[in-house]
C-alpha cells in the first residue's frame, strides 16, 4: 500500500553493524506496527505503538528497539545485528476507524551477513 | 496466548476450480478474522475479513466461514483465476486488543495454473 512506505526496501549489513529501518504513513493512524516475516512462520509481531508516547512490546522483540518520532513515523532499530535476523520486515497502520484492518507497506529485505 | 494453524502450506488448482484453506485458532477470546493476500514483492492486503457475531462473510468469489464452537473458519475461493495466484494469511486479533496487533497463521502459496 503506498499510504504506507518502508525504506529502505532491500538492505544487506553486516553481523554487529547497527541498522534502522523506517515506516512512514500518509493514512493519518494513530498506531503503528512492525511485524517480520520468515518462511514457514508467517508474520509475527515485534513492537507496536499507540502513539507518540506509548510503545509495547510484541512477541519477537529481543534485539530490536524502535522509536516513535512523530505520529506517522516509526522506526525499528537492530543495535547489532545477527544472522538470524536476516528475513522481510514489515511496517503497518491502523486505528479504530479502520474497524480491525491493518494496512501494510511493501516490506524491507534485510540480509545479514 | 494465541495461536493460529493454516492449513495446507501449499495448494495448486486449475483455473476455474474452487480453493479451501483452512485456520484454527486456540484462544476463545479471539473475536476478528482477516485474510490477506501477499503477491510476489509487495506487502499482504487485507481481503475480507469475519467478526465472531457473523457465521459467514462472501465478497464476489471470495468467502470466508466461522465456526465458533471448534475455533476454526476458513476461506474460500471460487472460479479461481491465474492472478488469485499468491500467498494467503489468515490471522486473528483477541478481543481488547489493539487492532492491528494480529498473530497470523504460517501462509498458504495458492498457485492457479491456467
Known amino acids: 500500500d503506498a499510504d504506507v512506505t518502508q525504506t529502505p526496501r532491500n538492505r544487506i549489513t553486516k553481523t554487529g553493524k547497527r541498522i534502522m529501518l523506517e515506516c512512514s504513513q500518509t493514512?493519518?493512524?494513530?498506531?503503528m506496527y512492525w511485524y517480520r516475516q520468515d518462511p514457514g512462520l508467517g508474520l509475527r509481531l515485534i513492537y507496536y505503538s499507540f502513539d507518540v508516547k506509548d510503545i509495547n512490546k510484541g512477541e519477537i522483540s529481543d534485539g530490536y528497539s524502535v522509536s516513535r518520532q512523530a505520529q506517522a513515523k516509526f522506526s525499528l532499530s537492530l543495535e547489532s545485528a545477527i544472522p538470524n535476523q536476516t528475513a522481510l520486515y514489515f511496517c503497518?497502520?491502523?486505528?479504530?476507524?479502520?474497524?480491525?484492518?491493518?494496512?501494510f507497506g511493501q516490506g524491507t529485505r534485510l540480509t545479514v551477513v | 496466548g494465541e495461536n493460529v494453524e493454516q492449513h495446507p502450506s501449499t495448494l495448486s488448482v486449475q483455473e476455474g476450480d474452487s480453493a479451501v484453506i483452512k485456520c484454527t485458532y486456540s484462544d476463545s477470546a479471539s473475536n476478528y478474522f482477516p485474510w490477506y493476500k501477499q503477491e510476489l514483492g509487495k506487502g499482504p492486503q487485507l481481503i475480507i475479513d469475519i467478526r465472531s457475531n457473523v457465521g459467514e462473510k462472501k465478497d464476489q468469489r471470495i468467502a470466508v466461514t466461522l465456526n465458533k464452537t471448534a475455533k476454526h473458519f476458513s476461506l474460500h475461493i471460487t472460479e479461481t483465476q491465474p492472478e488469485d495466484s499468491a500467498v494467503y494469511f489468515c490471522?486473528?486479533?483477541?478481543?481488547?486488543?489493539?487492532?492491528?496487533?494480529?498473530?497470523f497463521g504460517q501462509g498458504t502459496i495458492l498457485t492457479v495454473h491456467p
Open positions: 490471522a486473528a486479533r483477541k478481543r481488547g486488543t489493539s487492532y492491528g496487533k494480529l498473530t
Open positions: 493514512k493519518g493512524h494513530d498506531r
Open positions: 503497518a497502520t491502523s486505528s479504530e476507524a479502520t474497524g480491525g484492518a491493518a494496512f
